[in-house]
């Protein structure tokens, strides 16, 4: 195929294709469902994405811990899988789930792991808690 | 500082200290700011997120193309920044915008890159437009 075709069927067809990474690796952005809330950006290999679809329940790639991450095994805050998407070029997915156990994502006991935003002031940026 | 209270001070602290990776990018999920959808995901480098938070409007850095890249200059989909948020451990953005132009991100012309969602059936995966 040429890489037109090649571009077209990616992006237009039925085929789930997802591009990992030179480390294994794609990029997962997780939002609560009900909401649509981003809670969390996190990696999947190829075998946390077979075990998330295989078995309804988020499972990542720990980059820093170098394992397989059931989300939850330890928090409790097991992520069920209400949808997977994929983006145009099928190097992100897009996570919607029903968070389990005190509802939250992130280790530091927030529902959200974005719970700061930038301030500038004269040029000077900071970080303000929203939540 | 040991390693616990660096963590202490990337996670609590108001010091906005984004991590880069090791090709100098950070990841970016934007949405809209008025209903919260995940519209695309990208990457920032230094120069992209200094333009993007001088300027207001959202540049990313095209790894296709390694160049800085704002968003709409072809298309007329300017992103005005609503909001940049940055998650715990600061490897991850968070931009919720405005949309310009015909209210679209995606260069296959719908408005999210995330129009595809995964079906299985028999443990064959395809994919589902759902838009």
Same mark, same amino acid.
């Given at each position: 195929m040429s890489a037109h075709?090649?571009?077209q069927a990616l992006e237009e067809g039925s085929s789930f294709a997802p591009k990992f990474d030179a480390n294994g690796l794609i990029v997962c952005v997780t939002v609560e469902a009900a909401t649509r809330e981003v809670l969390m950006v996190a990696?999947?290999?190829? &075998?946390a994405l077979d075990k998330t679809i295989e078995t309804g329940v988020a499972h990542y790639w720990s980059r820093s811990r170098q394992s397989l991450w059931r989300k939850g095994d330890t928090s409790g805050q097991v992520q069920k899988v209400v949808? &997977?998407?994929?983006?145009c070029d099928q190097d992100a997915l897009l996570l919607a789930v029903e968070p389990g156990g005190d509802g939250k994502a992130c280790h530091t006991g927030r529902k959200s792991c974005f719970y700061r935003t930038l301030e500038t002031e004269d040029g000077a940026r900071r970080l303000v808690f929203r939540s």
């Open positions: 075709s090649d571009e990696y999947m290999n190829q &075998l949808s &997977l998407s994929v983006d």
